[in-house]
């Protein structure tokens, strides 16, 4: 494993451009070359710690046949671009971007570079060579929101998200309508804070959230910044990515964390058996992607079992938050009784139900 | 909109300002003496790294505090050594020293991920802070009232001592202070250490307070907004006060505005405002007194005697 910073990684690709391009003669004795750029740090105890976690289990389980490599902190921007293509010229075979804001980006390198595979987290655009994966957290978001719920005394819940994206909305209407499902009046109140990771902003917008009547709050930012708040504060809120207990023991009412670990090595092997083609992966609680951390002691035995009654219904198929009727903030009926919002449609969803008090 | 609500909102503007603050006052000391520091969000790492690792260590948060402002002092000094006795670019060694500060705390704090700590409570006894009303008076962490102490300290150094009036011929014409026996470069190190020392502080606010614990570049960006805040402050300890807790109200207005869903405008022009309407401010009133904008005239200049 080497450690890149973006800084490291200028110098090296200056370096490593002016070397011929080893991939076309590599032979099957070399190892499967695999990168990943990250949005944030690896220290962040959340999103891309829980990638980086992913990526040492990949090493961990195909040991000398892959090599891995990491760069983090790029930004969601143009900046991406010379990163994702200097990876491609390093030999990597295999790159995964893991945040949403990668998506142009990964295209339009994957066209400069047709033989090496691009796997793209959280977006919708494919290519020949560009896979799409996520995880639907929302089912996560369900079982938290089912919790969140339960617990509110005062019918007002927090959601701290970072950007309005599809994968921040559909966590924000899962939450709310799970929660909804068990007190019919609670309202969701929404911060998005523009950004993935910021610690004191975080902290600052859940203090916002909790001054205006928020007892349970939920996070879609990478830092456990917001549940030392609660647990300052005496409210409670969620890990987000990871089990974040020991930052509150109090007020970690549960955690949603994400495993990627599978799906990497699932992929590598792909690559090197030839078997890789161009995917949609979209898995759940059902294929274990997503899984809840045990429920705090505090959580009363009726909240977890509705919490594990729709857990369990989602491993078994047999459950679905975005069942409707579902109402939008307007009032308008977006889903009909006994209909269901598809992923397809989820995947590009823009709008927040009903009860969700948004800016 | 209760008073109560207000108060509790006041609460939040108090801590978003105070590591500003306080690594603002530092570099307003920094720049007086006419030279420019852009390392203050590298030192601000390093304190919080240092002040995190102290006190998870030893379990007592004032030795990392202590440990917070030494760390930065040193950092500072290094860069001291560059730009005052090898006559670096000021510029360039202070962005320097920010990168620099960004990979020694990764590479210190990567022991450090994943551990909490206490947050450190306000000095004074709860009994003081039982309602929203005293909590405002008594229930901060003790950083707060050091910042609020050290930039009127500062502004009283300044504008009151006979060392403040020294400082600031150091800074506005240093051939000429030199000329009558000031010892230049000694003051210059010893207001780049005063300045490391206040970032260490901040840094140390951010991880022993803010959110008691160590993550990556946690400082996110703080040390920019607190230069930024000392130039349009146009050098002056009151108006950094002033400023720098509007600059704070701004910020918690934006999140006050998204969460009660009063804010029409997009997401991304709120989280932009406090930058816009802080310079337009600035801008107005350093026009209306013509003194607001004055740098210190050596800011930025190597001093090199008989050079």
Known sequence: MTKFTRRDFVKTAAAASVLPLMGASANAAEPLKVAYIYIGPVGDYGWTWAHDKGRKELEAALGSAVKTSYVENVKEDASAIPVLRDLARQGNKLIFATSFGYMDQVLEVAKEFPDVKFEHCTGFKRADNVTTYNSRFHEGRAVTGTLAGKVSKSGVIGYLGSFKIPEVVMGVNAYTLAAQAINPKIETKLVMIDSWFDPAKETSATETLANLGCDVIATHTDSPAPLQFCQKKGIFGFGQGADMSKFAPKAQLSAIEDIWGPHYIARAKAMIDGSWKSEDFWDGIKEGSVKISPYNASVPKDAQDAANKVFEGYRAGTYDVFTGPIYDQAGTLRVKAGEKLGLGDLATIDWYVKGVQSA | ?307
């Open chain 2, 1 to 307: 909109m209760t008073i109560t609500f207000i108060l509790d909102a006041l609460i939040t503007v108090i801590g978003i300002t105070t590591p500003i603050l306080l690594a603002a006052t530092g570099e307003l000391i920094v720049e007086k003496s006419g030279v420019i520091n852009l390392g203050v969000e590298g030192m601000m790492l390093v304190g919080a790294i240092a002040g995190f690792a102290v006190t998870f260590e030893t379990g007592n948060p004032w030795l990392g505090i202590l440990i917070a402002m030494v760390s930065g002092a040193v950092a500072a000094s290094i860069f001291g050594v560059m730009v005052l006795s090898l006559g670096a670019n000021q510029v360039a060694t202070g962005l320097a020293l920010t990168i620099f500060g960004i990979g020694l705390s990764s590479l210190i704090g990567s022991n450090y991920v994943g551990i909490a700590i206490d947050p450190l409570d306000s000095p004074f006894p709860d009994t003081l802070a039982l309602d929203t009303f005293w909590r405002i008076v008594f229930g901060h962490s003790p950083f707060v009232y050091f910042a609020v102490f050290l930039v009127l300290a500062t502004g009283f150094f300044l504008n009151k001592t006979r060392a403040g009036l020294v400082l600031r011929a150091v800074g506005e014409n240093d051939f000429s202070a030199h000329s009558i026996g000031y010892p230049v470069i000694r003051i210059r190190y010893l207001a780049i250490a005063f300045g490391g020392a206040a970032a260490g502080i901040a840094g140390a606010d951010f991880s022993l307070v803010i959110s008691p614990l160590w993550a990556e570049q946690m400082t996110a960006g703080r040390g920019w907004i607190a230069l930024a805040l000392v130039v349009f402050a146009g050098w002056r300890a009151g108006r950094l006060l002033a400023g720098s807790y509007f600059f704070g109200v701004l910020m918690a207005l934006e999140l006050y505005a998204k969460a009660s869903g009063f804010a029409i405008l997009p997401s991304q022009f709120w989280a932009a405002m406090p930058y816009l309407i802080a310079v337009i401010v600035l801008a107005l009133l350093s026009s209306r007194d013509g003194k607001g904008g004055k740098a210190p005239a050596c800011l930025g200049k190597p001093f090199i005697p008989n050079g």
